[in-house]
Structures are given as C-alpha cells and as structure tokens.
C-alpha cells in the first residue's frame, strides 16, 4: 500500500509562486512514475506534470510548460511542484498520484494511488 500526503497550497496573488510537495510511504518506488494533477470546480481532473523515480524524466502538461518544474528527492521519498507566474486560471485542487508503470502519464487511470489534494488558489 502507498500513502501520498500533500502540503504547500494556499492562497497566491497572480503571478506569485507556491511550491507543492507530496511525501510517499509504504513501499519503495524506484520503478514508479509521480504525478500531480489539478481539478477546479465543475471540471475534469485533468493531467499537470510527471515524474519518473528512476531516471528523473519529466512531463508537463502544455498549459503549465515553462512555468512548473516537478522534482523529486529520493531520499525523502518526496516529490515537488514548483509553480511560478500563477494565474487565477491555475486555481484548483492538487493532486499527488503514484503509478506502478510508466505508460500514458498523462492520464488519471494509470495512477494506482492517489492523495487526498491540497487547494491552490490564484487570485487576480
């Protein structure tokens, strides 16, 4: 089993920072892919960036590309989302989410384990 805990949202100006973090425990995850996912009110959960544990190869959703960065710390076995220039458009609940294969991670069905998310909101 596998527990994601989130932390770091809040509230932010437009074009502030806010760095997001999700600590792992209960199994090791060197094979594993990390992601972080968002949903605002009314929408779909939808796919923000990824991670692999192993070779540290990243993927980004395009609307977030240049202004997030994911990174992971193995020894922490903690993952980071660093947003930077925010727009209220970036207002939604984050999500941490662990899958076991490194196929299509960009969709939400190939995560196995998910963390109950953490608010981000972005005000004009």
């Known amino acids: 089993q596998v527990q994601l805990v989130e932390s770091g949202g809040g509230l932010v100006q437009a074009g502030g920072s806010l760095r997001l973090s999700c600590a792992a425990s209960?199994?090791?995850?060197?094979?594993?892919?990390m992601g972080w996912f968002r949903q605002a009110p009314g929408k779909e959960r939808e796919f923000v960036a990824a991670?692999?544990?192993?070779?540290?190869?990243?993927y980004y959703a395009d609307s977030v590309k240049g202004r997030f960065t994911i990174s992971r710390d193995n020894a922490k076995n903690t993952v980071y989302l660093q947003m930077n220039s925010l727009k209220p458009e970036d207002t939604a609940v984050y999500f941490c989410a662990a899958a076991a294969r490194p196929f299509n991670v960009w969709v939400k069905s190939a995560y196995d384990y998910w963390g109950q998310g953490t608010q981000v909101t972005v005000s004009s």
């Open positions: 209960g199994r090791t995850f060197s094979s594993y892919v």
């Open positions: 991670i692999s544990w192993r070779e540290g190869s990243t």
